[in-house]
C-alpha cells in the first residue's frame, strides 16, 4: 500500500471519522507551547505537571525504574527535570499521557501490547547507543509510538485483532492490507494522525506511516527520508531481539523486513547478533 498517497489524499475528518482518538490532553498542549519556546521556563513547565497529581507521580515512578538508571532518586518534578533534562521529559510525559489515555480499555491483549511496546522501546533506547547517529530518547519514543494506532483501532472496533510481535502468521499475511480490507482504515495511518494530533514531532509521525511498507522502505528512498527509515530499521531490530528472547522464533516482520535493516543501518547478521547479546548481558531489560 502506497502510505504516502493515503496520509496526504485524505483530509484529517475522513482519516478519523469513526475512529476512537483521543484528543491531545491539555497538560500536553500546554507543556509542548512552553518548551518549545525560545525561551523555556523550567519552573513553570514544572508547575504545570506537578499540579497534575497523577501525572507527576507517575512521571516520578517513571524517572526512578531501572531504565533511567539514576543514581539519585528524584523526589521532585523539579529534581526530575534537572536530572533529565527538557528533551527527555518531554518524551517520557507524552508517553506516559498515552498509557493514560487508553487505561479504560484493559483487557489481555492491550496489557500484552503494552508489555511488548515498553520493552521494545527500552531496547531501542539501549540499541540507539550501539549504531551511530541515533538520539536514545527519539528512538524510545518512536518505539512507543509506533504501533499506537492499534489502541485506537482496538477501542474503535469490537472485532479488531492486532497483530502483536511474536505472534504466528502466514507468510503471506501483510499486517496493513488485512486491516484495509476488513475495516478500510490501518493502524500505521491511524497511528500517524494521533501522533500528530498529540504534537510529536514530524519525523515521527511519518515514520509511524510508513513503520511496515517494507517494499517502499526497500526501494523508495526518493519518498522516505534516510533519518526515518534508520529510525524505522533501529525499532525492527529492537522488535527481533524482543521476539527472539520471549518466544525463541523470528517474527513474520523480521522474515520481511532483515535486508531493509541491515542495508540502512550498515551491519551484518552477525553484527546483529552481537548487539542482541550484549542487549541481554548489559541492558537490565530482561
Same mark, same amino acid.
Given at each position: 500500500?502506497?502510505?504516502?498517497?493515503? %496520509?496526504?489524499?485524505?483530509?484529517?475528518?475522513?482519516?478519523?471519522?469513526? +475512529?476512537?482518538?483521543?484528543?491531545?490532553?491539555?497538560?500536553?498542549?500546554?507543556?509542548?507551547?512552553?518548551?518549545?519556546?525560545?525561551?523555556?521556563?523550567?519552573?513553570?513547565?514544572? !508547575?504545570?505537571?506537578?499540579?497534575?497529581?497523577?501525572?507527576?507521580?507517575?512521571?516520578?515512578?517513571? &524517572?526512578?525504574?531501572? %531504565?533511567?538508571?539514576?543514581?539519585?532518586? @528524584?523526589?521532585? &518534578?523539579?529534581?526530575?527535570?534537572?536530572?533529565?533534562?527538557? =528533551?527527555?521529559?518531554?518524551?517520557? +510525559?507524552?508517553?506516559?499521557?498515552?498509557?493514560? @489515555?487508553?487505561?479504560?480499555?484493559?483487557?489481555? =491483549?492491550?496489557?500484552?501490547?503494552?508489555?511488548?511496546?515498553?520493552?521494545?522501546?527500552? +531496547?531501542?533506547?539501549?540499541?540507539?547507543?550501539? %549504531?551511530?547517529?541515533?538520539? =536514545?530518547?527519539?528512538?524510545?519514543? %518512536?518505539?512507543?509510538?509506533?504501533?499506537?494506532?492499534?489502541?485506537?483501532?482496538?477501542?474503535?472496533?469490537?472485532?479488531?485483532?492486532?497483530?502483536?510481535?511474536?505472534?504466528?502468521?502466514?507468510?503471506?499475511?501483510?499486517?496493513?492490507?488485512?486491516?484495509?480490507?476488513?475495516?478500510?482504515?490501518? /493502524?500505521?495511518? &491511524?497511528?500517524?494522525?494521533?501522533?500528530? +494530533?498529540?504534537?510529536?514531532?514530524?519525523?515521527?509521525?511519518?515514520?509511524?506511516?510508513?513503520? /511496515?511498507?517494507?517494499?517502499?522502505?526497500?526501494?523508495? =528512498?526518493?519518498?522516505?527520508?534516510?533519518? /526515518?527509515?534508520?529510525? $524505522?530499521?533501529?525499532?525492527? &531490530?529492537?522488535?527481533? $531481539?524482543?521476539?527472539?528472547?520471549?518466544?525463541?522464533?523470528?517474527?513474520?516482520?523480521?522474515?520481511?523486513?532483515?535486508?531493509?535493516?541491515?542495508?540502512?543501518?550498515?551491519?551484518?547478521?552477525?553484527?546483529?547478533?552481537?548487539?542482541?547479546? !550484549?542487549?541481554?548481558?548489559?541492558?537490565?531489560?530482561?
Amino acid at each position: 500500500m502506497d502510505q504516502n498517497n493515503a %496520509f496526504t489524499d485524505r483530509d484529517a475528518e475522513q482519516v478519523l471519522a469513526g +475512529i476512537c482518538i483521543p484528543p491531545c490532553p491539555a497538560i500536553l498542549t500546554k507543556l509542548m507551547r512552553e518548551m518549545r519556546g525560545d525561551e523555556p521556563d523550567f519552573n513553570k513547565i514544572s !508547575q504545570l505537571i506537578s499540579e497534575d497529581a497523577s501525572l507527576a507521580a507517575a512521571m516520578l515512578r517513571t &524517572v526512578n525504574s531501572a %531504565f533511567y538508571g539514576l543514581r539519585t532518586q @528524584a523526589v521532585s &518534578v523539579q529534581q526530575a527535570m534537572n536530572l533529565l533534562g527538557l =528533551r527527555q521529559v518531554s518524551q517520557l +510525559i507524552t508517553g506516559v499521557l498515552l498509557r493514560a @489515555a487508553f487505561s479504560n480499555g484493559s483487557s489481555e =491483549r492491550m496489557d500484552d501490547y503494552w508489555e511488548s511496546s515498553s520493552t521494545i522501546a527500552q +531496547i531501542s533506547a539501549y540499541l540507539a547507543g550501539h %549504531f551511530d547517529g541515533f538520539n =536514545r530518547d527519539q528512538a524510545y519514543t %518512536f518505539a512507543l509510538f509506533r504501533d499506537c494506532g492499534m489502541l485506537a483501532m482496538m477501542d474503535s472496533y469490537d472485532n479488531y485483532k492486532p497483530v502483536l510481535p511474536g505472534d504466528s502468521l502466514p507468510d503471506s499475511d501483510d499486517i496493513i492490507a488485512n486491516e484495509d480490507k476488513q475495516h478500510q482504515m490501518n /493502524h500505521a495511518l &491511524v497511528g500517524s494522525n494521533l501522533a500528530k +494530533i498529540w504534537l510529536l514531532p514530524e519525523d515521527t509521525q511519518l515514520s509511524i506511516l510508513w513503520h /511496515h511498507d517494507y517494499i517502499t522502505l526497500l526501494q523508495g =528512498r526518493e519518498k522516505i527520508p534516510v533519518a /526515518h527509515a534508520r529510525q $524505522i530499521a533501529l525499532a525492527l &531490530v529492537a522488535e527481533w $531481539i524482543f521476539v527472539k528472547q520471549t518466544t525463541g522464533i523470528e517474527s513474520q516482520d523480521w522474515r520481511k523486513s532483515c535486508v531493509f535493516v541491515m542495508e540502512d543501518l550498515g551491519t551484518t547478521a552477525e553484527e546483529l547478533d552481537t548487539a542482541m547479546t !550484549q542487549t541481554m548481558q548489559d541492558s537490565g531489560i530482561f
